[in-house]
């Protein structure tokens, strides 16, 4: 009888627990989410080195939409605040309302172009930023053509 037992275990194919069985707890029916955001905060060893890079990576990322669709950073700093705290993401709520400010100037601007010189589709928009919030931004210093600094030139006169 020994043997026989012996033998069943031999052939019994051992697998490991599925991702969805938390040891010593209950199964579940769909597997637990890891919290990547924890994982990460622990590699910058805590959450302000986190909450920086997340803002100076936010800058960019706004800096370079060009519709002033926001809404996807939005969800992401509405989640964040919950985890960290309102205080914590002060500077992201105003980059993000630095940009919807930006698309309703920009929005009545083109309005009065449109109005004012006829031009429809005028090719220039504008992103107001609120200096001591950004992180930093590289200047670039170079000559515009004459078009460009045209619509530049029309375009600061629609904003002041």
Known sequence: MDE???D???NEV???APLHVIPGGEMTNRPRALDIISTLVN???SKEPFVNEFTSMLGERLLSVTDFDTEKEVRNVELLKIK???QSLINSEIMLKDMADSK???TYIHTNIKRTL???NFPLSGTVV???FWPPLTEDKFKFPQPIASAIEAFNKEYT
């Open 4 to 6: 026989d037992s012996n």
């Open 8 to 10: 069943e275990e031999e």
């Open 14 to 16: 051992w697998n490991p």
């Open 43 to 45: 590699i910058y060893g």
């Open 84 to 86: 960290f705290g309102e």
């Open 104 to 106: 309703r100037t920009n």
């Open 118 to 120: 006829g031009v429809e």
């Open 130 to 132: 609120s200096g001591l």
